[in-house]
């Protein structure tokens, strides 16, 4: 069984051409990491492009073999600087994992 990761993220800048831009960067740098991150199976991340008052706006689905490869990816260095420019834009963040 697959696990898959999938997590939203509001940006925090008050500006939507800033929050648009900075959701853009997160998904091109989360997006880099497969085939970097040794347990990362899938990945694919994208900013939202419709509803950008109603929506979250950035979302990320990455799958795993299982949980040790999530806690992989969560720990591995080039995973952490992408979380560490992502902290430093986003507002909130919301996710589930759950079996495929």
Known sequence: MT???VVAFRMAAEDADTRAAHAAD???RLNALLGVVPSLRAMSAGANTLFPGDNWDLVLVADFD???GLAAYAVHPVHEEVAAFIGSVRADRVAVDFGV
């Open 66 to 68: 299982d949980a040790e």
């Open 3 to 5: 696990l898959r990761h």
């Open 26 to 28: 997160a998904a091109a």
